[in-house]
């Protein structure tokens, strides 16, 4: 066991595994970086949460959400955002995933333009997944990462051309409690800004940003409220090192049904250090079961029913797109989930042709760019963004969308038509319990059913569940006349950890956190209240502390 101490500046202690790299990432002056950023921001992100609980208070209470009219001048106003970076300009097509050595230099390898490396939902955020990934991003931006795989007896390495390196750190609600500061578990997004930035800001601006940079994408938020402290660290940030402002540019994931109704004013907030938004289209779907949580009249059909062509969701995209070009912004869409099945072809090309109706009807409504999970969904993204796009690098300018001006509140939260299945119980069900037991082993991005799923679809599974289960919701189809309640989920726990058992075979079931995520979820599904996140509780379990005689378990 290695013995080492990190050297912490006054007022932070470090109860994560001792690594000398580790040590050169969680140096002193990096680590003093972030205590100032935490001890100058710990009280407006504890009353942005405060507010969180008062929004969900009002809404389980029957209110809806809605545009604010105390903000209605930044909406009617003609006002734009600080001009794109020319190195930020195109991006078709932007790969993402978790920040893993070999991962980090197949996306930056990938024909990607972008790269949204994950320390987020992608991530199970272990201190070695985290530290890692922060010695792996340093190595990417300063273009000596290497990777040896002893299996294939390969050596990876940057190409010469690379995507460009968006980061994503988490949201506002997940501590870091590997790293307390004054005695508090530290901020998770503060932690993995600070690092990040301190650490690349130099070699980012003069090799991947022209002279900007660096570059993020910022999950989870509700309220313009928490851009408006982002845009605060951000300046920070800027002032420390000595670099201009608007320098440091960030992409906001509308991924909460609150936030649709703010977007005029995240953009307005954040107006230097924006680079536009994102339909975060599973986490949304998630933030309206939760919003709605009270709400029975509001109940979703199973979860693959609820795509982009449903009326809410159509409109969601539609009045982003109108936004972010009216703020003269990228409008990004969303994340094409599958991946190739390579022992079926007929399969693949019938995922593939859903891929491709998919990003033609992001890029005919005027999305700039679009997401793909793997590399193999890339050539086919792409083709379908150049071909009707041509040379341009976005659309800003030449798609308006001003149709999107008359959506209603109506229109934003207009209830999804479906069918509640029995089957939709059964997926939510064993999707939920293995992408939780990968995460409690430390793998946030797991491939389930040909699809590459991170942690929003646990959260959809977990909530709809919740919601079904709390309303004795009436099954139709294969479930016709049945009615969710506890006895009857209780048996589809039961016959789906079988089904698991008898998909993953019986030593890797025995083997993995199966059990213990089953446990998990189950709970979680039925208790009384439903959690706000179901990673906040899940993280308990994977927080280990290591004092000097070896580590200790936050939570056996």
Known sequence: ???????????????????????????????????????????????????????????????????????????????VCAPVPPAAADRKVEITGPVDRKMVINALNSAAKVFMADLEDALSPTWENLISGQVNLKDAVDGTISFHDKVRNRIYKLNDQTAKLFVRPRGWHLPEAHILIDGEPATGCLVDFGLYFYHNHSAFRRTQGAGFGPFFYLPKMEHSREAKIWNSVFEKAEDVVGIKRGSIRATVLIETLPAVFQ???????????????????????????????????????????????QHFMKSYSDLLIRTCHRRGVHA???????????????????????????????????????????PGLIPACMEIFNNNMGNASNQIDTVKREDAANLTEQDLLQIPIGTRTMEGLRLNTRVGIQYLAAWLSGSGCVPLYNLMEDAATAEISRVQNWQWLKYGVELDEDGLGEKVNKDLFDRVVEEEMARIEKEVGTEKFEKGMYKAACKIFTRQCTSPTLDDFLTLDAYNYIVVHHAKEGPVKALN
Not at 41 to 58: Q, W
Not at 277 to 300: E, M
Not at 344 to 359: I, S
């Open 1 to 79: 066991m290695d013995l080492g101490t990190y050297d912490v500046p006054e007022g932070v202690d470090i109860l994560g595994r001792y690594d000398a790299e580790f040590a050169k990432i969680l140096a002193k002056d990096a680590l003093k970086f972030v205590a100032e950023l935490q001890r100058e921001f710990r009280n407006d992100i504890k009353h942005a949460l405060e507010r969180r609980r008062e929004a969900k208070k009002k809404y389980n209470e029957g209110s809806l959400p809605g545009f604010d009219p105390a903000t209605s001048d930044i909406r009617e106003q003609e006002w």
């Open 263 to 309: 977007m005029n004013e995240i953009l307005y907030e954040l107006k230097e250090h924006s680079v536009g938004l994102n339909c975060g289209r599973w986490d949304y779907i998630f933030s309206y079961v939760k919003t709605f949580q009270a709400h029975p009249d509001r109940l979703l059909p199973d979860r693959v029913q609820v795509g982009m062509t």
């Open 332 to 374: 990004m869409g969303g994340m094409a989930a599958q991946i190739p099945i390579k022992d079926d072809p007929v399969a693949n090309e019938a995922a593939l042709e859903l891929v491709r109706k998919d990003k033609l009807r992001e890029v005919k409504a005027g999305h700039d760019g679009t997401w793909a999970a793997h």
